[in-house]
């Protein structure tokens, strides 16, 4: 029980960006916290090492719990560093948060963010004993309170799912994320939170790919979501995406954990639209006097179009054919011209090993690691003959045996 209870707060402290508490520097008098490879949405500083000069002034960067974080002026004269714990203006009260970014950097984030200097609010000062200490308590909550909030909402039968619990660092409020396909009437359950938890009580929905962010998880890649890692804004995915290139129009491959479709469609798009621009138009079939041969597949970055004889026929063999070669076809095409054969014309892909499709879907079925195998039966034994020496004592022993096992003569 120990052992759980260890882990379960260990897990709260990771989703603000530490494993080990914050250590306080007597010297400075502050605390910071050194932990700087578990934080979701981390940036690296390579401007580091170079003198500032920030655009917006004196702005750092402080984050929250899981992906949330914020810009606010730093107007007191001591400077802050990457991991001090800060206690910052919110509404009502004060949060307290971690330092995760200065100096020009956060100008060039802001910019990328579209975030202004106006009315950004402030940082009161390094974070005291006092003010840790009622953080620590507020992270402790979190876990208790949301198990309870689910349940009541539960209660209430309402079409929502409670995906976060965040508590402001003074304990003054609490902050609920969750998501609902529809809208959601939760006037009582508000109050039977003001009644459960003694605090301020703030309700914000999100959507399927800001609750996968928040909550974290391994994608099919075997790598942390990039959502939770380190993309920060999210692009809208259309299935054109998977068209352009090449992909398999499964839903169940190319959608997320979030049930939305992947964000990784969009990393390689720019450069498969570039690479296909001089592509020629796959819908147009080419004349042969074989017959039409329709488009089947394209390999974009090797220029490669495979190209068969049937539109629909699986089994079809698929001819490859360099996109300079069809782009040629289809304007001897337009000319009125019949190609002899595609294979002829096709000179730089010739020594190219035809492709045979084959539909292997469905052949194996998954049940047949259950079906119980028959043991094979034994074959029996037959007895061993034991070969009886001719020894002058033993013809007299036959001999009585015979007239034993010999049936009386009525």
């Not at 580091?48 to 002034?57: A, D, Q």
């Amino acid at each position: 029980m120990r052992v759980f209870i260890i882990k379960k707060m260990t897990d709260n402290y990771i989703t603000r960006g530490f494993i080990n508490k914050p250590v306080y520097n007597v010297e400075e008098g502050r605390f910071n916290c050194q932990c700087t490879g578990c934080n979701k949405l981390n940036v690296f500083d390579w401007l580091k090492n170079i003198p500032e000069n920030n655009l917006y002034g004196n702005v750092v960067e402080v984050r929250f719990k899981n992906t949330r974080r914020g810009y606010y002026i730093n107007n007191s004269e001591t400077g802050l560093c990457v991991g001090d714990v800060v206690a910052v203006e919110a509404s009502p009260g004060h949060d307290i948060g971690i330092v995760s970014l200065t100096g020009e950097l956060v100008a060039l984030q802001m910019k990328l963010h579209s975030v202004t200097s106006e009315n950004l609010k402030k940082i009161y000062r390094k974070a005291k004993p006092n003010d840790v200490e009622k953080w620590y308590q507020a992270i402790d909550k979190e876990s208790e309170m949301m198990l309870i909030a689910r349940q009541l909402v539960t209660n209430l039968e309402l079409a929502m799912k409670i995906s976060d619990v965040e508590f402001q660092g003074d304990k003054t409020k609490a902050t609920f994320y969750y998501t609902s396909d529809e809208r959601v009437d939760f006037r009582q359950l508000i109050k039977d939170f003001a009644d459960n938890f003694k605090v301020r009580i703030e309700m914000k929905q999100i959507g399927a790919r800001q609750e996968a962010g928040k909550i974290g998880g391994i994608g099919v890649c075997g790598r942390e979501l990039c959502c939770s890692s380190w993309l920060s804004t999210f692009m809208s995915v259309s299935t054109n995406a998977a068209r352009c290139q090449e992909v398999s129009l499964n839903p169940q491959k190319l959608a997320g954990q979030c049930g939305k479709l992947k964000c990784c469609l969009n990393h390689e798009l720019k450069c498969y639209i570039d690479a296909r621009t001089d592509f020629p138009n796959t819908s147009i079939p080419l004349e042969t006097e074989r017959g039409r041969a329709y488009h089947n597949k394209t390999d974009v970055y090797r220029r490669i179009i495979w190209y068969s004889f049937e539109e629909n026929n699986e089994n079809e063999t698929l001819i490859p054919l360099d996109v300079d070669v069809v782009k040629e076809i289809i304007r001897l095409n337009k000319q009125g011209i019949t190609v002899k054969d595609l294979e002829a014309s096709n000179e730089q892909h010739a020594k190219e090993p035809l492709v045979i499709y084959k539909n292997a879907v469905g052949e194996d079925s998954i049940n047949r690691f259950e079906e119980k195998r028959k043991r094979k039966r034994k074959p029996k034994k037959q007895p061993d003959t034991v070969a009886v020496e001719n020894k002058p004592g033993n013809e007299q022993k036959r001999s009585r045996n015979r007239k034993k096992n010999k049936p009386e003569s009525k």
